[in-house]
């Protein structure tokens, strides 16, 4: 059910008799407009929008549940906060699977966009995803120390809601990163993939130079930081992806990042492919396999390693369930762990993962290949929903195969 409604002093909406219909309310005198997918008592003064969120009330298939919703200016931001603009926020597996109901973890829900005078009461709360993204400074509350009006900031905690244009957050939420030394797409992606990259290389394994790894979904955003990371640390990399027709293509692309070997999952079919990689790593067969697709693939890819190895899953993106051969636990001792980059922040102070973050900025990585989608200020609520929901169906019926930024514009006024 859609209605529209010329610009009141105040307005009130009775609850619906069909709740799961989604209302349309649209202040047409200062250009606001919102969505709810269920209607409740709902009266407040009408603020001037001049802020905007992507949003869902309930979780369910990303291209359906999430929407566009404008909210009133910040107000100036109390001690210890500071009032950011969002420049930049990737959308990552992990936020698809929020949206979905399916990850650990989800945003803080709100019944209020906007905060003091200016506040855009909801008649439900809502979530405001994004896990990561790249903010800029534009007000700062007083005994807030070490950060100025245009400072580059990036999230120091998950599920900081960055599908947003503004947020007020407190100074101990963020980290200031050189903006001269990072380029504006790859600080957005900075605290998610190439950390975790980091960590699953240091943390599980003392590998030596000379030492191989093995990883799936090698073109993945954590596989090409991992990649570039162990050809600065002098490790060699057997590198797994999806076959398709654009297969030498990829390839060529990995290589030149730095992988010493890229292959298909059909491979493993192979017991001579077995057998040759064997023959490649020669003494020093591999003790790190990096997993993040799970699956009958990764239990092959288990016959490559060595004595002692570690299996280290990071994500399942086939959706299906890991198999470790027992034979390989009993025999040859292989460990199977898993790692989640949000705990591994909550786990270490804010000193080491600042220091993380140092080292990864001066490595200069190479950004997985991006496409920024711009949520213009020019477009309605309506319209700016139907955008997003547009290239989230296109990430989940994996179309687009590469990551996709979203840049969200405050309204136009």
Not at 52 to 57: L, P, S
Not at 144 to 149: H, I, K, Q, S
Not at 317 to 336: C, D, E, H, Y
Request: charged residues 20%; glycine residues 6%; aromatic residues 6%.
């Amino acid at each position: 059910m859609t209605t529209t409604t010329a610009f009141p002093r105040m307005l009130s909406l009775k609850r619906n008799p069909h709740p799961a219909a989604a209302v349309r309310v649209r202040f047409t005198s200062s250009n606001i407009s919102f969505s709810f997918l269920r209607t409740a008592q709902f009266s407040t003064s009408i603020p001037r929008a001049t802020h905007r969120a992507i949003v869902f009330t309930q979780s369910g298939a990303p291209s359906s549940v999430v929407y566009a919703l404008s909210y009133p200016s910040l107000p100036p931001p109390p001690a210890g906060h500071i009032n950011v603009r969002i420049r930049a926020a990737p959308i990552n597996p992990s936020d698809i699977n929020v949206i979905e109901g399916v990850y650990p973890s989800k945003p803080v829900p709100t019944r209020t966009l906007g905060h003091g005078d200016s506040i855009l009461s909801l008649p439900e709360p809502v979530f405001v995803p994004g896990n990561e993204g790249l903010a800029e400074v534009t007000k700062v509350g007083e005994c807030v120390e070490g950060l100025n009006e245009g400072d580059w900031v990036v999230m120091a905690k998950p599920q900081a809601g960055t599908w947003s244009s503004a947020r007020l957050l407190k100074a101990e939420e963020v980290v200031r990163i050189d903006k001269r030394a990072i380029s504006e797409p790859s600080a957005s992606m900075l605290t998610v993939n190439p950390p975790t990259a980091y960590c699953l290389l240091r943390d599980f394994i003392d590998l030596q130079e000379g030492d191989w790894v093995v990883q799936n979904g090698a073109n993945s955003a954590v596989g090409q930081a991992v990649i570039q990371i162990a050809a600065r640390e002098k490790l060699k990399t057997i590198n797994f992806v999806r076959n398709r027709p654009t297969l030498d293509v990829l390839r060529e692309q990995l290589i030149a990042l730095g992988a010493s070997h890229v292959f298909t999952y059909d491979d493993l079919q192979d017991r001579a492919f077995i057998k040759m990689v064997k023959e490649l790593t020669g003494s020093k067969p591999p003790r790190l396999l990096l997993n993040c697709v799970s699956g009958p693939s990764t239990a092959q890819m288990t016959r490559l390693l060595g004595m002692d190895a570690r299996l280290v899953s990071y994500g399942a993106m086939s959706k299906q369930p890991l198999s470790v051969p027992t034979g390989q636990m009993i025999f040859r001792g292989l460990r199977a762990e898993g790692f989640w980059m949000s705990r591994w922040f909550a786990t270490h102070p804010r000193e080491e993962r600042e220091r993380v973050l140092a080292e990864i900025i001066e490595m200069q990585l190479q950004e997985p290949d991006h496409k920024i989608v711009t949520i213009e200020g020019r477009l309605s609520d309506e319209e700016a929903g139907d955008k997003v929901r547009s290239i989230l169906r296109e990430i989940t019926d994996g179309i687009l195969g590469k990551k996709v930024i979203l840049q969200v514009e405050d309204p136009l006024r």
